[in-house]
């Protein structure tokens, strides 16, 4: 057990960075926002740049929690934004308030933590500050010197303008909020991020709210008691202990847990904060049976939160597909998804013996689309397939009377021949380009212009994914 020596109340109190997050519609340059703020730390220059392994990391004295775009994982969005103590919200000055703005104003109202309003892409055209005004408005969101006193700075992510007085606004919301802690007191820590490593065992990156993690020290997840072996910094480097508004990844863990549990020195405080999804065993009928498996807890509960509600979920667990998740499939009649996963060979095989359907995806829209599909019947049981490469659609050239797709290539390979993706229509890869070369293959990191046949729809912006169906 911790028997640190609690200090008395009233010497408390010291000031902790504040814990920041960052919401907003996507592509309005939340990632770029996060970038810039990253390259305006001098330590973080001197340092010769930060090698991010995990999910949150300090710069100029403010704590930042990395949280992924994606719709999907708006319960990881509303999570992050309950671990937070001041929320921005990215808007773009082009485009305005949209559908996951008005989430995320939905999500920080019900946080109930400060936030201000960073109203980016200054630097183009077509930003309408008014029009922003405007559309906040609507949504009662006020700007101060508009009715309201919602602080917000114009910037520009790109041009890095303006992130100095958008750093300056945090810091002195900072000030003025409470960040009551006590580095000797409770420990009070959130996961923000986990996942089952095959050499370190379970991880899990945490920010601390309150007390110390300190390696040696027994800890409880969701009840479980762990013994830190190692806590891990942003930049990679090990420490000894993590203090208040510190993030670390911590190994030795017992379980892995889920996002957005709590970690205490006791176990009546380890609470865990939601339904993680953890393994279920009922069986209904009439409904599509589901093994889920992904690469993390939080890739889980974002997908479980989007899953169409006749999906009755047999097993959800971090890792690979195995052996025997496809004899606990074959058992339960249900199909095996995996998100950002592998199938082992021996599962793979096993699989197509027992004609056990298993399909692994590398985008989270894709998966729930196909699950979609197959909750209303429309997936072939035998067929399994396999992702052999991803990309996104950047542009789009006419060529005769045809299109050409103009396609940056993200994870693996695309090449001549693949069977190809767009939404849920399907397409063959009849040729590829790269500037005026014909070529076979595409590998990641590079651009191409493909031609597809049949011709389908596709809009920039969407994802095109390379599959293997055996
Ligand atoms: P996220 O989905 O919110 O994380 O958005 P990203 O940071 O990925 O940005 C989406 C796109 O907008 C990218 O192409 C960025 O280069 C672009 N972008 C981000 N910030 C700015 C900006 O301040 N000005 C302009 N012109 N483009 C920006």
């Known amino acids: 057990m911790n028997t640190t020596k609690k200090t008395p109340a009233h010497e408390k109190l010291s000031s902790r960075p504040p814990i920041i997050?960052?919401?907003?519609?996507?592509?309005?340059?939340?990632?770029?926002?996060?970038?810039?703020?990253?390259?305006?730390?001098?330590?973080?220059?001197?340092?010769?740049?930060i090698t991010q392994s995990i999910g949150a990391w300090q710069a100029d004295g403010l704590t930042f929690i990395d949280t992924p775009g994606h719709e999907a994982f708006t319960k990881m969005r509303s999570r992050g934004a309950a671990v937070a103590d001041i929320a921005i919200l990215v808007v773009a000055a082009n485009d305005s308030v949209m559908p996951q703005t008005v989430e995320s104003i939905k999500i920080i109202k019900e946080a109930k933590i400060p936030y201000l309003v960073a109203i980016n892409k200054i630097d183009l055209p077509e930003a309408n500050f008014d029009k922003v005004?405007?559309?906040?408005?609507?949504?009662?969101?006020?700007?101060?010197?508009?009715?309201?006193?919602?602080?917000?700075?114009?910037?520009?992510?790109?041009?890095?303008?303006?992130?100095?007085e958008l750093l300056d606004l945090i810091k002195l919301m900072a000030d003025m909020a409470d960040l009551k802690n006590d580095p000797q007191g409770d420990l009070e820590a959130i996961v923000i991020?986990?996942?089952?490593?095959?050499?370190?065992?379970?991880?899990?990156?945490?920010?601390?709210?309150?007390?110390?993690?300190?390696?040696?020290?027994?800890?409880?997840?969701?009840?479980?008691?762990?013994?830190?072996?190692?806590?891990?910094?942003?930049?990679?480097?090990?420490?000894?202990?993590?203090?208040?508004?510190?993030?670390a990844e911590i190994l030795g863990l017992?379980?892995?847990?889920?996002?957005?549990?709590?970690?205490?020195?006791?176990?009546?405080?380890?609470?865990?904060?939601?339904?993680s999804g953890q393994a279920r065993m009922t069986i209904k009928e009439n409904s599509l049976n589901l093994i889920l498996k992904a690469d993390t807890a939080g890739s889980l509960e974002a997908i479980v939160a989007q899953m169409p509600v006749n999906v009755n979920l047999i097993q959800t667990s971090v890792g690979e597909i195995s052996g025997a998740d496809v004899l606990l499939a074959k058992s339960t009649k249900a199909i095996i998804l995996g998100f950002n996963i592998k199938i082992s060979s021996e599962a793979q095989k096993l699989a197509e013996l027992e004609k056990v359907l298993v399909r692994t995806y590398k985008i989270i829209y894709e998966l729930l689309d196909e699950l979609t599909d197959a909750a209303a019947g429309q997936l072939a049981p035998q067929e399994s397939e396999e992702i052999?490469?991803?990309?996104?659609?950047?542009?789009?050239?006419?060529?005769?009377?045809?299109?050409?797709?103009?396609?940056?290539?993200?994870?693996?390979?695309?090449?001549?021949?693949?069977?190809?993706?767009?939404?849920?229509?399907?397409s063959k890869i009849k040729s590829l380009r790269v500037g005026k070369d014909e070529v076979?293959?595409?590998?990641?990191?590079?651009?191409?212009?493909?031609?597809?046949?049949?011709?389908?729809?596709?809009?920039?912006?969407?994802?095109?994914?390379?599959?293997n169906r055996s």
């Open 21 to 49: 997050v960052v919401l907003g519609h996507v592509d309005h340059g939340k990632t770029t926002l996060l970038d810039a703020i990253r390259q305006t730390d001098v330590a973080a220059r001197e340092y010769g740049g």
């Open 133 to 164: 005004t405007s559309d906040l408005l609507r949504h009662e969101v006020m700007l101060e010197g508009y009715g309201g006193d919602v602080p917000f700075a114009k910037v520009s992510a790109k041009n890095k303008t303006g992130i100095k």
């Open 193 to 247: 991020e986990s996942e089952l490593d095959h050499r370190r065992g379970p991880l899990a990156t945490a920010v601390v709210r309150n007390g110390t993690l300190s390696v040696g020290q027994e800890i409880f997840i969701e009840d479980k008691k762990s013994k830190i072996r190692a806590l891990i910094d942003y930049q990679g480097k090990p420490l000894d202990v993590a203090g208040p508004g510190t993030p």
């Open 254 to 275: 017992s379980v892995v847990p889920s996002v957005g549990a709590a970690l205490a020195d006791h176990p009546a405080g380890a609470k865990p904060q939601t339904d």
């Open 388 to 426: 052999l490469g991803t990309g996104q659609i950047v542009a789009e050239f006419p060529y005769e009377k045809l299109r050409v797709v103009g396609v940056r290539v993200s994870q693996g390979r695309l090449a001549r021949g693949d069977n190809v993706k767009i939404k849920s229509q399907n």
């Open 440 to 467: 076979n293959k595409v590998e990641a990191g590079k651009e191409c212009g493909v031609l597809l046949d049949p011709q389908i729809d596709f809009r920039i912006g969407d994802d095109i994914i390379a599959y």
